[in-house]
């Protein structure tokens, strides 16, 4: 089985041929595929077999890298701030309330680091290693795949509150996440599009519990969910307790990155406020969510440029920041 499905894994990556949007960030910095062509050639196939090797032993590892890159960049760019540890002079982002208990993923890029180091020292970002590693993600998962612009460095500091207040909550609404994609040179496209890697991945009980019991401080349950689903969550995610427990954000194909996410919000069956609101609360995203619904090429299409487009978020280019030797602590000179 093991074998089969790293075979699968190798194919798949092999599949599809990459689509490349390169060209001056927003911070006016240059980031190319190219980038590591001759300091290091073997980077990205060094990334992706460890990636492969993390997924095939478990699948839900796929979108939880997916889930690191955009927390990273959208808290002061893509510089691996994520990354960091707590230490004399740093506040991990790691304690925010979107990543306490939930960023994961951190020892796979240490492993990815480690390897590097190795092959190349001291020349490949731990911000670049964080967007191969989403693109590979998507790609094992049998998404699309994409060129990744390189060239990204480290970043010497945190940031808790930019952690706190920048990245869209669950229950935040429609305008609010808007607000924050818009903040971060995204716009209402990007939004919906980025919002389908919710295709894969877990959530837990305690980011929607509000829909199953008390969605506007009635006592009422979230309307716009339905309600045989709603019947059916409420049986592992109780009024008190399971905060824990993690439920399938696309309930029809839970491992496969796919356009079924849409098609759950068409039948109202999104599990986070966040996801359900793209097709209730406007009318542009609700368009999107149909077309994305009906058209997988499309969504796959969109997807890639928006993630390459965010992951051209202010990133530390030339001499600004470093390149870390460990990903969880700032060079020691």
């Known amino acids: 089985m093991g074998h089969s499905v790293g075979f699968i894994i190798v194919l798949s990556l092999l599949a599809i041929a990459p689509l490349c949007l390169c060209g001056k960030t927003i911070a006016g910095g240059y980031l190319y595929p190219q980038f590591y062509d001759h300091s290091c050639p073997k980077a990205q196939e060094i990334v992706k077999y460890i990636v492969a090797k993390a997924v095939a032993k478990e699948a839900r590892m796929a979108a939880s890298l997916l889930r ?17 540890d707590s230490s004399r002079t740093i506040i991990s982002e790691k304690r925010s309330n979107p990543n306490r208990d939930s960023a994961r993923g951190f020892e796979v890029i240490d492993e990815i680091k480690a390897a590097l180091e190795k092959a190349c020292p001291h020349t490949v970002s731990c911000a670049d290693i964080m967007a191969l590693a989403a693109r590979d993600s998507t790609v094992l998962t049998g998404g699309p795949n994409w060129e990744v612009p390189l060239g990204r460095r480290d970043s010497t500091g945190a940031s808790l509150s ?95 990155f796919d356009n079924s996410y849409f098609k759950n919000l068409l039948s109202y069956k999104g599990l986070l406020n966040s996801d359900q609101v793209l097709f209730t609360k406007s009318a542009v995203s609700r368009e999107l969510v149909k077309k994305y619904a009906y058209n997988q090429e499309l969504f796959f299409q969109q997807f890639a440029k928006s993630m390459i487009k965010m992951g051209n978020i202010s990133p530390l280019t030339g001499y600004r920041g470093e390149v870390r030797k460990n990903c969880r602590k700032v060079n020691a000179y």
């Open 68 to 84: 690191l890159h955009f927390h990273d960049c959208f808290v002061k760019g893509c510089d691996a701030s994520i990354l960091l």
């Open 162 to 256: 930019g952690s706190n207040n920048n990245i869209p909550a669950p229950n935040n609404t429609f305008q609010t996440i808007l607000t924050k994609f818009k903040r971060q040179g995204l716009n209402i496209v990007d939004l919906v599009a980025l919002s389908g890697s919710h295709t894969i991945g877990n959530a837990r009980c305690t980011s929607f519990r509000q829909r199953l019991y008390n969605q506007s401080g009635n006592g009422q349950p979230d309307y716009t969910l339905d309600q045989s689903y709603a019947a059916q969550l409420r049986t592992n995610c109780p009024r008190s307790g399971g905060d824990q427990n993690l439920f399938f954000l696309d309930f029809v194909s839970p491992i496969k």
